[in-house]
């Protein structure tokens, strides 16, 4: 078999980043999953913001980690679930419902998903962010199956 393909795309400011995630927000469809890999600071949450854009949310609904694991925002085309694993303790994995919004018609970002990696949907759309140098950000897109690739196309 072949490896999966890869697209990588380097952005050099914040408002770049928001645009690749509009573009993958424009084109998600209710069921689609994304993991967000990436260190602290490299862009995972001002991606969501974008994703939350090309859903059509209004500015300003998405914000940086609190002690609230799932963010549900149902004012878009689609209801966005932004789940934030940062804070998870390794034993909560079962208790806090993080995965609720996957079965149903919702987009879910998922910021942290090494912390439940082995719970992820088989199929999704790994996005992996990287310091780069300054305020560039590495960002690589790799789909884990047809639903992903899918969404990776839609988006690209
Ligand atoms: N190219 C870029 N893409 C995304 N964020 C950038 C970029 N350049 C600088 N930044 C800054 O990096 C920080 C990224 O923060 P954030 O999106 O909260 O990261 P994370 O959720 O991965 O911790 C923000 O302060 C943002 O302004
Ligand atoms: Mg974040």
Known sequence: ???P???EIVTRSREE???VGERLGRGAVAGDVLALWGELGSGKTTLVRGIARGLGLPQGEVTSPTFVI???HEEGRLPLFHVDLYRLGPDET???GWDEGIAAGAVTAIEWPDRVAG??????LDIRLDHAGGDERRIRIEPTG???SAL???AS
């Open 119 to 124: 719970s992820l949907p088989a199929d999704r």
């Open 146 to 148: 047809p639903r992903g």
């Open 152 to 154: 990776a196309e839609r």
């Open 70 to 72: 799932v963010h549900e």
């Open 1 to 3: 078999m072949s490896a």
């Open 94 to 96: 079962a208790s806090t």
């Open 17 to 19: 980043t928001e645009k």
């Open 5 to 7: 393909p890869v697209n």
